[in-house]
Nanobody, 121 residues
Framework: QVQLVESGGGLVQAGGSLTLSCAAS????????MSWYRQAPGKQRELVAA???????HYADSVKGRFTISRDNDKKMEYLQMNSLKPEDTAVYYC???????????????WGQGTQVTVSS
């Protein structure tokens, strides 16, 4: 069974930093794009950052220059380094991967369970 598990969330003061990690496990043939989304209370889930299998990155305007997405293809992991955090960054952060499981044979989206990030002012 394929799973994505996030870690690294928590409570931090404004201006601080956190690093989120996401580990993919299970019988996986290949992983394509990986990304981070977030959802604040009362708001829609939004894309924060994405990275292709070749390392091309994309960021939401609200986090450009503050957040850095990266991945380790050998370890099947992705990371989100978050610096200069603001109270408006408070949300549940989800990792997502487009991958092909061994026994399914087609590309599908998989999501983690989410990790809470709270930034106090």
């Amino acid at each position: 069974q394929v799973q994505l598990v996030e870690s690294g969330g928590g409570l931090v003061q404004a201006g601080g930093s956190l690093t989120l990690s996401c580990a993919a496990s299970g019988s996986i043939v290949s992983i394509s794009d990986m990304s981070w989304y977030r959802q604040a209370p009362g708001k829609q889930r939004e894309l924060v950052a994405a990275i292709s299998s070749g390392g091309i990155t994309h960021y939401a305007d609200s986090v450009k220059g503050r957040f850095t997405i990266s991945r380790d293809n050998d370890k099947k992991m992705e990371y989100l380094q978050m610096n200069s955090l603001k109270p408006e960054d408070t949300a549940v952060y989800y990792c997502k991967a487009v991958l092909k499981p061994l026994h399914v044979g087609r590309w599908s989206d998989y999501w983690g369970q989410g990790t809470q990030v709270t930034v106090s002012s």
